[in-house]
């Protein structure tokens, strides 16, 4: 059962991770993206600070800080920014494809490094929902600019920092609980951030802020960072990296949805063909056959 909200929880940080990307396009246009994530890990840390705070007993060990503080900036100081610098190259669709190779990265990584064994079953869903995902951004795939490669390998490049993290975290996070791990990692990532949008001057249009940038800058620390990713490190706790993974093939399908009921985009049949492609797939990938449950649950 622990395995099912493990699993539940990736889902639903997915999701949110995707409904973020409404009001990362709406602050886009006031201030550049290296502040966007400052102010959004920033806020998050801030969120979740009182909250680890309280966990005394489980506030990290000292031992464990260069760890946690490593993961942190593996995650959220060099993905972020390798997630926005591909944007630069290539497109939304393209981007957010190269990034569902997250589970095939975090599949493979971890089988190279004993995590978890490759399974037939566990590959066979991360392909169909990869192949999910391309039936709904098809109609995005077509063009691309020149030189989009470029951008497709920086998102590949993100995409396996995120599956190191994914993989490496997972016993800091059973050690210390997700919530301390996430505060302590998410300030590593969001002290850099601040640090260079302050030395770069990205605050400056901050000070020109009215309620609706305010309100969607609040919504992605709370929501985008705070949430998301403590639901990510619960889903860690709880199962293997690969099945965690799996779920950032929600991301597209969530932004998606989100668009087309904010900002009145349609919703194609390729999508909706997507849309239940990728449940499939995390159906396949995060399940077993009865016979195998049965020879799991067999002592002998």
Not at 122 to 139: D, E, N, Q, R, Y
Not at 155 to 179: E, F, N, Q
Request: proline residues 7%; positive net charge.
């Amino acid at each position: 059962m622990g395995e099912i909200w493990g699993v539940l929880a990736a889902v639903a940080s997915s999701a949110l991770g995707g409904a973020s990307i409404g009001a990362t396009r709406f602050l886009v246009g006031a201030v550049d993206p290296l502040a966007i994530g400052a102010l959004r890990f920033g806020i998050g840390v801030l969120l979740l600070l009182p909250l680890a705070l309280l966990q005394r007993g489980s506030w990290p060990p000292r031992r464990d800080w260069p760890g946690v503080v490593g993961l942190g900036l593996l995650f959220f100081a060099a993905f972020p920014i390798l997630f926005n610098a591909s944007l630069i190259f290539t497109t939304a669709a393209r981007g957010s494809l190269a990034l569902s190779t997250l589970p095939l990265l975090t599949m493979l990584v971890g089988a190279a490094l004993g995590a978890e064994p490759l399974t037939a079953r566990k590959t066979t869903g991360v392909l169909v929902t990869i192949l999910g995902v391309s039936m709904a951004l098809l109609s995005g795939l077509a063009t691309a600019p020149p030189g989009a490669w470029r951008g497709d390998l920086l998102m590949v490049a993100a995409a396996l920092c995120m599956a190191l993290y994914s993989i490496w975290s997972k016993p800091y996070v059973r050690s210390s609980g997700p919530i301390p791990f996430t505060t302590l990692a998410m300030a590593a990532g969001a002290g850099v951030l601040i640090t260079g949008s302050l030395l770069r001057g990205s605050f400056a249009p901050v000070a020109e802020f009215g309620a609706p940038q305010w309100f969607g800058a609040t919504y992605l620390g709370a929501f985008g960072a705070a949430l998301t990713f403590y639901l990510w490190a619960f889903a860690l706790e709880r199962t293997t990296p690969t099945r965690v993974a799996i779920s950032v093939t929600v991301n597209p399908i969530a932004a998606s949805l989100v668009g087309a009921a904010l900002l009145g985009e349609p919703l194609s049949c390729n999508l909706m063909a997507g849309i239940v492609t990728v449940f499939v797939g995390i159906w396949i990938a995060t399940t077993q056959p009865q016979q195998a449950r049965m020879v799991a649950s067999d002592p002998h």
